[in-house]
């Protein structure tokens, strides 16, 4: 799925692993540019209840941990995720194979663990990327149980995590955040990271019977020559600069025979949509059949018209009904969030994505 690229999501699927539930992780779409870089102070191993992650046997207790710290945001690909992490620490050939991956595979396998009393309360894992050719880092499953916090142990994992990154010399770092979840915030703005977008994942139930709006709008399909428009705009909403954590891009969104062609073969089937009023395009709406995320994508210019989204999104609850029970957007926060919800989506998150660079 989305987070596994390539061989991982090989793995993954043999094992039965479901994707990387990022517990880290917000209103405007806006990529909020890099003001400056920071320097994290060098405090290698910086107490001595502060270890390396050990998968060969913290999963198990690292489990528990997610699991207490995040129960009351944990929805049901959450308990997935914990139930994934118990079971991969019982696999041999999982671990085997994951001690060998830790640095190259977009796993939460690598991370810095405090210890009291030989138990494990608090966690920071790393998850490595790579786009543009660029290493990049994840950081991840930040958790202190309650017994133990506000004594800076959060802090000191993800300074310890960020000085792991200066070691193997990655200079990018990244993490989400639920923009409910303050205190968070304001342990990474102190070390220095800085929000770079806003993103709401939703979530609806697909039917047949979902209403069409009555509107001067027409929804037809996608036509080749509206690409042009519905790529710039993608551009704008999905940017480069988040796109580390996806395995797909837009260019099978294209129109022509050969990207027609490969998707036949490859087993795709893309449906797309567009929404115009007198001959001017409004919206468009592409649906990506990629695992279970978020697969519609939504584009849309400045001076798009809202409802022009909210009749796209019902096609789309309509269309689908016969192949998938729920379908789900991921889509900057801000001002197309009153047109999702007309259309019947529910917000089920949103995450703040921030970025510091060494
Ligand atoms: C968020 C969490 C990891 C913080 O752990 P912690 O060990 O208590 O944090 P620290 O003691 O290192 O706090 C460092 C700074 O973070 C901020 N902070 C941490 N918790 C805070 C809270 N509840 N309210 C306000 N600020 C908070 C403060 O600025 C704090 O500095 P200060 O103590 O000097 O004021 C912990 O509360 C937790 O596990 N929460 C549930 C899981 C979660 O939300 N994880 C983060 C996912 S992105």
């Not at 699927?13 to 992780?25: D, I, M, N």
């Not at 994290?40 to 910086?46: S, V, W």
């Not at 999963?59 to 699991?67: H, N, R």
Request: charged share 25%.
């Amino acid at each position: 799925m989305l987070d596994f690229p390539g061989k991982q999501a090989k793995y993954r699927q043999k094992q039965g692993l479901s994707r990387v539930f990022l517990f880290t992780p917000a209103k405007h779409g806006a990529i909020i540019p890099l003001m400056s870089s920071i320097t994290i102070p060098a405090r290698a191993d910086a107490h001595p209840k502060l270890r390396t992650l050990n998968i060969l046997r913290d999963l198990p207790a690292v489990a528990d941990l997610i699991e207490i710290c995040f129960s009351s945001t944990m929805d049901s690909e959450g308990k997935r995720y914990v139930q994934d992490m118990r079971r991969a620490g019982n696999d041999n050939s999982f671990i085997k194979w994951a001690n060998r991956a830790a640095e190259t595979t977009s796993l939460p396998l690598s991370g810095y663990v405090w210890e009291e009393n030989g138990r494990i309360v608090g966690n920071a894992s790393l998850v490595p990327f790579r786009h543009n050719k660029q290493r990049l880092y994840l950081i991840a499953n930040v958790a202190v149980h309650p017994d133990f916090r506000r004594h800076g142990i959060a802090r000191a994992l993800t300074e310890r995590a960020l000085q792991h990154a200066r070691e193997k010399k990655v200079s990018d770092i990244w993490l989400h955040v639920r923009d409910d979840n303050a205190g968070a915030m304001d342990l990474y703005s102190k070390l220095g990271f800085a929000e770079r977008a806003r993103r709401t994942s939703w979530q609806a139930v697909t039917d047949i019977h979902t209403p069409a709006m009555n509107t001067d709008i027409a929804i037809t399909n996608r036509h080749p020559r509206d690409w042009p428009t519905q790529q710039l705009w993608l551009s704008r909403l999905y940017p480069d600069l988040l796109a580390w954590h996806r395995n797909w891009n837009f260019r099978s969104l294209r129109p022509g025979f050969w990207n027609w062609l490969y998707l036949f073969f490859v087993d795709i089937n893309i449906r797309q949509w567009t929404a115009v009023r007198r001959d001017h395009l409004e919206a468009a709406l592409a649906w990506i059949p990629y695992g279970r995320g978020e697969s519609l994508f939504v584009a849309t210019g400045e001076r798009s018209d809202p409802v022009a989204v909210t009749a796209l999104l019902l096609q789309a609850r309509r269309d689908l009904a016969h192949s998938h029970p729920n379908i789900a957007l991921e889509f900057p926060s801000g001002d197309f969030d009153g047109a999702i919800l007309a259309a019947g989506f529910k917000a089920l998150r949103t995450l703040i994505w921030m970025q510091a660079t060494l």
